[in-house]
């Protein structure tokens, strides 16, 4: 089966601008992550959807940042006023329902990569 | 903070047992040990999990001390395709253990 999916894979802006990055999580995946990365570091969570609710949005940095799972699937993370330190990978995630356990690992799509001019 | 200590670097000859160390001094006795790897321009992929004793799947092999004060991935059979960044991480016992909290890894260079 299909697995998580982000579009664009690559998104060039120029300062101040507005971003909007998608993710399409794996069907019937209850819960749905934001991370992002950073040349050289790990990812970093943002923010944690479990249904169409965030449960957790304690790792986004500002309130240039927010993000929505309107109806349960798909979500978008939307950036205002972007700024050159904003540039990363932002990855998203998907498991089949929140917390750890057997079976219920985190699949990740292949990021957006962000770069902020 | 992450909460685990790893090489930030290891090489390995194809065909060989790549073994990957992580230091977790300070689990607490419910958290678990996971393992993830991220292979260049992927996100990261699941490779195992354990809370006590050793686990093996179809991809490595997950040796947890008896004081769970550090673990060893094991890969039997390096292959080029092996070479990636190998994250260890300790999964919060509590009501956020949604959470990954990823440390900076190892790059593990799987050499022909």
């Known amino acids: 089966g299909a697995g998580v999916s982000q579009t664009p894979s690559n998104k060039v802006t120029e300062k101040g601008k507005y971003v909007e990055l998608r993710c399409d999580p794996i069907s019937g995946h209850t819960a749905l992550y934001w991370y992002r990365q950073s040349l050289g570091q790990g990812p970093e969570f943002l923010i944690y959807?479990?249904?169409?609710?965030?449960?957790?949005d304690s790792g986004l940095p500002n309130d240039r940042f927010f993000a929505v799972r309107p109806e349960g699937s798909v979500s978008t993370l939307k950036i205002q006023r972007t700024e050159r330190g904003d540039s990363a990978v932002y990855l998203c995630a998907s498991s089949l329902f929140p917390g750890q356990g057997p079976y219920n690992e985190q699949f990740f799509g292949p990021g957006t990569r962000l770069t902020v001019l | 903070d992450a909460k685990t200590t790893q090489p930030p670097s290891m090489d390995c000859a194809e065909g060989r047992a790549a073994n990957l160390p992580c230091n977790h001094s300070?689990?607490?006795?419910?958290?678990?040990v996971y393992w993830y790897r991220q292979i260049h321009s992927q996100g990261p992929q699941y490779i195992i999990h354990g809370l006590k004793n050793n686990e093996t799947n179809e991809m490595a092999s997950l040796i947890i001390t008896e004081d769970r004060k550090s673990s060893t991935l094991i890969l039997p059979h390096a292959t080029l395709r092996d070479t990636a960044v190998y994250y260890c991480?300790?999964?919060?016992?509590?009501?956020?253990?949604?959470?990954?909290?990823f440390g900076k890894g190892t790059l593990l260079t799987v050499n022909p």
């Open positions: 959807f479990q249904g169409t609710g965030a449960a957790d």
């Open positions: 300070t689990i607490s006795g419910n958290e678990y």
């Open positions: 991480i300790v999964r919060d016992s509590g009501g956020s253990n949604y959470k990954l909290t």
